[in-house]
């Protein structure tokens, strides 16, 4: 794994991406409200990602579609549907649209505010 300092902002918004369940995205705007920056800026997190299989990035969406992916649209795709997340004409089944959202997702999932492991 890449992270070399937990207290960059970079690793603090892959540990939170990482908690995301499969199955599930997150908007970007969300991520950047949990992490107290900017969309933009979590765009160029998930560009700069080296660990697709860890950080998964892929998981990532944008409020009006998928965004954007590294290895293009079309294997982000495959892998949303790998995972359950996009429906058979392509729209994302379970997106965490607020924070409110994200903390209730990974509550119903078992997490508590010390479980997440990284």
């Known amino acids: 794994m890449s992270w070399k300092d937990p207290r960059s902002l970079r690793d603090i918004v892959y540990v939170l991406l990482s908690a995301v369940p499969l199955g599930y995205t ?6 950047a409200r949990l992490a ?8 160029v ?9 860890v950080v998964p990035c892929h998981r990532v969406v944008s409020v ?14 495959k ?9 058979s004409d392509g729209g994302v089944l379970r997106r965490i649209t607020s924070v409110e959202d994200y903390w209730r997702v990974l509550e119903e999932q078992g997490y508590t505010c010390c479980s997440i492991d990284v």
């Open 79 to 87: 892998l949303l549907r790998l995972e359950g997340a996009l429906s």
């Open 64 to 77: 009006r579609g998928l965004g954007g992916y590294s290895r293009g649209l079309s294997f982000k795709e």
């Open 45 to 53: 997190f998930m560009r700069q990602n080296r660990d697709l299989i």
């Open 26 to 31: 997150v908007t970007y705007s969300v991520l």
């Open 36 to 43: 107290g920056t900017s969309p933009r800026a979590i765009g």
